[in-house]
T-cell receptor, first 113, second 108 residues
Framework: GAGVSQSPSNKVTEKGKDVELRCDPI?????LYWYRQSLGQGLEFLIY????????KSGLPSDRFSAERTGGSVSTLTIQRTQQEDSAVYLC???????????FGSGTRLTVV | AQRVTQPEKLLSVFKGAPVELKCNYS??????LFWYVQYSRQRLQLLLR??SRESIKGFTADLNKGETSFHLKKPFAQEEDSAMYYC??????????FGKGTKLSVKP
């Protein structure tokens, strides 16, 4: 597609359930990033994929969070046993090379009740 | 360590007034700095990057290495400039590090 696509756009889940968030980057973009946007906290970096290399997971807030990227394209962010503090907007971005300007998706608003 | 500081959470100005959104950074070497903007109900998008030295929607930003600043300026604010603005620079993990953002409100 022409832009970065994220699904679902909104997700309401019960505390303790697992959720999967999907990101489809711009075709040909080798770098893919996940961020979490919370009110008053700005953008918190979660994880970064460069091509088919193993990702840097050091930004993930806990071991309940994991992400994968299949075939160097689509990525899935999984949050297990969701907690209320996981409620936020999860943003995905891609770029043609690391550290350069990003193109962001419209995000997934996650609400844990 | 790389860090971006945006000291103002909220900046409110009247239409036609000059506006300056502050950004200070901590970085070893010569950074490439960015400003991103998020209008209401829209996705975050790149506004400008210092390396291109361009003016977008009347906004400019000059990198001041002595003061380690990259303030965003516009001489005459418009109501449609109301948005969240984020300053960013490259991190050590191949990512971009963002400031916490400044909400600009331009009143009629």
């Amino acid at each position: 597609g022409a832009g970065v696509s994220q699904s679902p756009s909104n997700k309401v889940t019960e505390k303790g359930k697992d959720v999967e968030l999907r990101c489809d980057p711009i075709s040909g973009h080798t770098a893919l990033y996940w961020y979490r946007q919370s009110l008053g906290q700005g953008l918190e970096f979660l994880i970064y994929f460069q091509g088919n290399s193993a990702p840097d997971k050091s930004g993930l807030p806990s071991d309940r969070f994991s992400a994968e990227r299949t075939g160097g394209s689509v990525s899935t962010l999984t949050i297990q046993r969701t907690q209320q503090e996981d409620s936020a907007v999860y943003l995905c971005a891609s770029s043609s090379q690391s550290g350069s300007g990003y193109t962001f998706g419209s995000g997934t608003r996650l609400t844990v009740v | 360590a790389q860090r971006v500081t945006q000291p103002e959470k909220l900046l409110s100005v009247f239409k036609g007034a000059p506006v300056e959104l502050k950004c200070n950074y901590s970085y070893s070497g010569s950074p490439e700095l960015f400003w991103y903007v998020q209008y209401s109900r829209q996705r975050l998008q790149l506004l400008l990057r210092h390396i291109s030295r361009e003016s977008i929607k009347g906004f400019t930003a000059d990198l001041n290495k002595g003061e380690t600043s990259f303030h965003l300026k516009k001489p005459f604010a418009q109501e449609e400039d109301s948005a969240m603005y984020y300053c960013a620079l490259p991190g050590s993990q191949g990512n971009l590090i963002f400031g916490k953002g400044t909400k600009l409100s331009v009143k009629p």
